[in-house]
């Protein structure tokens, strides 16, 4: 394609490194650029000012476009992220449940209110700073997502719940870059994110304090206190909210026992807290709800030999994807597997493609 034919794209800046050499590469590759950068929470929590929600990341990203040269905007979409993310990951917890915010951030936010806003501006697609690749294939006429070749930075998971219309209508630069490789660009090109740190927190909660986060935003839904129980149903302790713990957790539980205890269960209907041995957290088998096909749709019924994660920080392993109707699959490991926990996305990979994903039930 001829520089002459490039289009106009909007370039999603966070303004860190990844999103600035997004706007870079595209530049030098004849897109018509337009920065825009997603106002997404005001809150005053400590820290959230340098998020990629914060004001200086704003300033950052604005500093960025100027010196690349192309046009940038900041734009509001706080009251949709409070919505689509904030209320739903509130939601989630005071069920019982462990959100993954950052998902149905991309998915909400980024390639759906981005996307519509950059339609309405005449731009044909939107270009983020993900590490992962987005493929057609002709032979089965959909657009395949597949990992970055930085298997340490891959975002995949992420983004499992994209839609193939989505795909379509979107850009990784990055997906075939190592990180060394992008913050190295940066610094030739003289950019001030080269050597910005990188955020590991939750936009709106940079304190890592969901507790707190959720007593100050939605005070009169609090749960109450409750017993936590042992697996033998025992009562051994008592819990502060159901939304302060999560399946898996060993830390933070005030229970004193003789070897350590984990989160088995949250029952948001009795409000209790069930415990146990790190044995009694390992499961074979669960289901997902909300499932999204990406590499092929399956048959319903038949058994896929995929790759299962379960959530983002753990690695893949063997099992069977049995996709049910009702937009929901059984999943069964080949090996027991720790803390699966509700509420959290598991995605699967036939080799380096991301096969399909759904939410924990």
Partial sequence: MSVQTKSKVIIAMSGGVDSSVCGLLMQKEGYECIGMTMRLWSGKEKGSEKTCCGSQSVEDARLVAEKIGFPFYAINFQKDFWKEVIEVFADEYFKGRTPSPCILCNEKMKFDSLYHKALSIGAEKVC????????????????????GVDIRKDQSYFLFSMTQEQLAKTIFPLGGYTKPEIREMALEAGLITAKKAESQDICFIPNNDYASFLKKHFPDRIPEKGPIKSTEGKVLGEHTGIHSVTVGQRRGLGVAFGQPLYVTAIDANKNEVTVGERNKTHATSFTIKKATWVYQIPKLGEKYKLLIKIRARSKEVPGTVTPLEGGRAEVVFDEPQHAITPGQASVFYIDDYVFGGGWIE
């Fill in 128 to 147: 983020t700073g993900h590490y992962a690749r987005i493929e057609y294939n002709e032979e089965m006429g959909r657009w395949h997502l597949r990992k």
